[in-house]
Structure formats: C-alpha cells, structure tokens
C-alpha cells in the first residue's frame, strides 16, 4: 500500500556523508544518501558481507563502495554493480515532506 512512514529529518543528517536511521518496523538498519538534492534510502547492510554501509561505505555520487571488499552499488536504485556484490540492496521509496523523510517500508 501507500503507507509512508517517518524515518528521521533531513537535518539529522550528516553533511557529505550516508546517514542512517531505524526501519519503521525495526526489522533493519537504513542507509540514507544525498544526491543533488534528493534523498535515497536503501538496508544499510552490504549484500556481500555484514559490512554497515552507513559506517563502511564510500559514497561518490551515485554510487556506494563497500570498503570491507569494494564492492559497488547504485544508490538511486540499489543494483549491484561490481563484483563481489551480486545482491542488489533492498530499496525504498523516499520522499521529503517539511525537512521530514518518508519511506514508503514496504
Ligand atoms: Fe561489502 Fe564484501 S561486505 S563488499
């Protein structure tokens, strides 16, 4: 459904660096990626290993490196891009309301 669901502020956010936040349900960790201006929320989990992406990864532009294998991502999307990931991320819809982030949880 269309249930989107607050996960933090923009402002809590940190500057040119991923931020994260709690799953509405507490099932994951997020990781949240600014990108000119918009806001994309993927698991905060590297699909490869138990790597936090928030705290291990690298991110130049569109793209997450993991620094545990370097493994890349797309983080408008979450695909795969370089080996040894495989996986894409698990992705959620955002949106930005009054400086306030939504996911749509899924
Ligand atoms: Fe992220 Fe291996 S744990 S690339």
Redo the contacts with the bound molecule.
């Keep these: 459904g269309d249930e989107w669901a607050f996960i933090c502020k923009v402002a809590d956010l940190p500057r040119n660096d991923i931020g994260t936040a709690k799953h509405p349900g507490g099932r994951l960790d997020l990781a949240i990626y600014q990108l000119d201006g918009e806001i994309y929320v993927t698991s905060d989990r590297?699909?490869?290993?138990?790597?936090s992406?928030s705290e291990?990864g690298e991110q130049q532009g569109h793209i997450v490196e993991?620094?545990?294998?370097?493994?890349r991502f797309d983080v408008r999307t979450g695909e795969a891009l370089t080996m040894?990931?495989r996986t894409p991320l698990p992705f959620f819809d955002a949106k930005v309301i009054d400086g306030d982030i939504y996911i749509n949880p899924k």
């Design positions: 590297c699909t490869h290993g138990a790597a992406l291990e993991c620094a545990w294998h370097n493994g040894p990931c």
